[in-house]
């Protein structure tokens, strides 16, 4: 009878042992399942997000050469309404070089040198500021093709992530019965 008890012990001990054994498959395959689906979310969303920079840098690089050029345009338009403006000034001055009183003519040299001088630091000063602008320009055309370099493989990257997100939540799903989340591709990143 003691061999009896102790067998019908170990076939229920060997029986529960086999459930917690099937339970642990179970276990570690929705672990595995979670891990992976885990996994390929954060390489979904990071693809996204490499793909959104991409489209940013084309998008403000695009902005910032038209917002220059633009600028050029109202400095050149600038500079030379200045330039007509000194150039009638310096008539008027020039006028006065033809008296006969020495200091007039004097006067008159002394007020063309500093006009010439207000000139042409006027002119230096909006140079400056086209070449500013010219740099703008440069780093906004920079920025367009490292953008457009990068569409190419983040959109391919974007296509394989989604890919495998689409069947590991599918197996996520089957062997969680949770609902995998789901992720717009072209929704923006929240900073």
């Not at 500093?114 to 000063?125: C, F, I």
Request: cysteine-free; charged content about 35%; glycine content about 4%.
């Amino acid at each position: 009878m003691k061999h009896l008890i102790l067998l019908a012990a170990l076939a229920v001990g060997i029986s529960a042992a086999a459930q917690e054994a099937q339970k642990s498959k179970e276990e570690i395959a929705k672990e595995k399942a979670t891990q992976s689906y885990e996994a390929a979310k954060k390489k979904f969303e990071t693809a996204n997000h490499k793909a959104y920079v991409a489209d940013s840098l084309i998008e403000v690089g695009g902005r910032m050469v038209e917002e220059n050029k633009a600028a050029i345009q109202e400095l050149q338009d600038e500079r030379k309404a200045k330039t007509k403006e000194f150039a009638e000034e310096r008539k008027s001055y020039n006028s006065y070089l033809k008296e006969k009183d020495a200091d007039i003519v004097k006067q008159a040299q002394n007020d063309i040198k500093a006009l010439d001088k207000r000139s042409a630091a006027e002119m230096k000063e909006i140079d400056k500021k086209i070449a500013a602008a010219q740099k703008s320009i440069a780093k906004g055309e920079a920025n367009i093709a490292k953008g457009k370099s990068q569409k190419k493989p983040t959109a391919a990257a974007v296509k394989a992530a989604e890919e495998k997100y689409k069947t590991v939540s599918a197996k996520y799903e089957e062997l969680t019965g949770n609902t995998a989340e789901y992720i717009d591709p072209y929704q923006t990143p929240e900073d």
